[in-house]
């Protein structure tokens, strides 16, 4: 979802690093984008361009033709008015004085743009980007200062957004504000930066400031300066960014989800290991005892997409070992339906980025009632982090394909030790339950790793079935939630239609669906309900289906029913989902490629979802 990128520097030229910082924003999701650059108190120059990034770099020589040391860049993600070369950012006030990108929905720009015309302002394009540079050119003619301009806009505006924005009036400034949408400064020496994302500017510096919710920030070569929405200075302390630009390129692999994929061993790793301290479960660096565990008397897990079926997965596990009621909630539905929360309640929300839009507007309807929220959050810093009352970091590193893989497996090895750590506190797990169930835990990256070594064979059947038109997926319990994920994944890398039922659902209408040739994939990991999934694979044989089933070693005789199988490690059934997402996530990728489509940016998709 649109990248911003700002650099002032005294002597470097703007273009070639605006272009860079983009381009490690690309996995946001994009239709168009454009710089605006000035060369010290010349006319700024906006260049822009439709598609890909590469269109707007060849238009500028890589930059090169694009004289200045200070400027910002936007990639675009449609929201309002069409992909175009006019729609895209930079936007500017028409006599130039402010020049502006933005990230966001900005909700009441309508009737803004009403009181704008009634002002004498006209409009070019489609997008309330425009309107907000307009609305700050107003109140910059009105009350003079960029700073009074800022906070006027900020006070007028109702929706989210991130601002950088440059003043006609104050050469080598840019100036940054926020509200719901992700913005981050880095200085370095003499040159300083804002970017929407970390690995924009990780290449020139590791020292970063979080700008909060209706802050704003003055950029000069070298510094920075934080204002508070009063327009008063504050301070504020810098954060070092300890993870490499290694760890945000492709290192040898083809596509960053190949890559994330294989990330996964580490990711999971990494994030039990923070955890489980001498083979006990230690949630202090969350905030989380024994004595808080013990109290909680229902918990909501809410959050979309993989997050959520993270959830649907987490949800089954905590029941069954922690006996604590949980309902699994999508963000966008509990945000807007008056949830009913108990005071002891703890609702949980699950985001890789900290930053998708529902999710945290779910946290925040859950703040405001005064029920306490744990976020289980990848991205350090980001907004759902800062805000909830308790956060457990999952320790994923930067997942840059659109598809989470990496992310989601390292949410579900943080919900396990949660789980887990519940049941503990009270009194449902006993000391030999309590440590094969660590062992099994941390056996998971090598199983994963295991997993990842037979990949050739899905690779092979995948390739057999890229031109399948519909697949379905079914299985019970945390096989549903398996189900659930592998479904996601091959609809939004391969563009093939499929649907997650639970096997027992399928009978309930949509086995009308089912006809010759038709692909369905029975997740078969949980030992008292086998018997039940593999009858529901013979239902739909007999009507035509062509069948894939995944289990775990030893269920050999899954082989009399199924025509093609994928076995997966042994492990206890809590932890299952761990393992048999995997080679669904390859299923995924192996489809998307033989198909010829860009598996780590798939179309209409967008890494952070930061509007409703
Ligand atoms: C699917 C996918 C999305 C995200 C969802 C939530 O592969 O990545 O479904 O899981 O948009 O994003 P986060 O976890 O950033 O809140």
Known sequence: MCGIVGFTSIQKQAAPILLDGLS????????????????????TEIVKAKGKLSELSQKTD?????????????????????????NAHPHSSDDGEVVGVHNGIIENYKEITERLIRHGYSFKTQTDTEVAIKLVDYYLKKYGSPAEAITRAMLRIRGSYA?????????????????????????????????????????????????????????????????????????????????????AEKGGFEHFMLKEIHEQPTAVRDTLNSVIKDNRIDLSAAGIDDELLKEISRISIVACGSAWHVGVAAQYVIEDLARVPVRVELASEFRYRDPILEEKELVIIISQSGETADSLAALREAKGRGIRTLGIVNVVGSSIAREADNVLYTLAGPEIAVATTKAYSAQLAASYALAVALGRARGLIDDEKYAALIQDMLSIPEKIEKILSDKERIQWFASKFAGARDVFFIGRGIDYAICLEGSLKMKEISYIHSEAYAAGELKHGTISLIEDGILVIGVLTQQGLY??????????????????????????????????????????????????VVPLQLMGYYISIARGLDVDKPRNLAKSVTVE
């Open 24 to 43: 490690k924003l690309e996995y946001r999701g994009y239709d168009s984008a454009g710089i605006a650059v000035r060369d010290g108190e010349k006319e």
């Open 531 to 580: 018997e039940k999934t593999v009858s529901n694979l013979v239902e739909v044989k007999s009507r035509g289906a062509y069948l894939m089933g995944l289990t775990t070693y030893g269920h050999y005789a899954i082989e009399d029913t199924v025509d093609f199988n994928i076995y997966v490690p042994k492990i206890d059934e809590h932890f299952a989902a761990s393992l048999a």
């Open 163 to 247: 601002l950088a924005l440059m003043f006609k009036s104050c050469p080598g400034e840019i100036w940054a504000a926020r509200k719901d949408s992700p913005l981050i400064i880095g200085v370095s020496g003499q040159d300083s930066f804002i970017a929407s994302d970390v690995p924009a500017i990780l290449k020139y510096t590791r020292t970063v400031y979080y700008i909060d919710n209706l802050e704003f920030a003055k950029l000069t070569p070298g510094n920075v300066t934080f204002y508070n929405i009063e327009g008063e200075e504050i301070e504020k302390e810098s954060v070092t960014i300890e993870w490499d630009t290694e760890a």
């Open 62 to 86: 890589e930059g090169r033709a694009v004289r200045g040391t200070c400027g910002i860049g936007h990639t675009r993600w449609a929201t309002h008015g069409e992909p175009s070369e006019t």
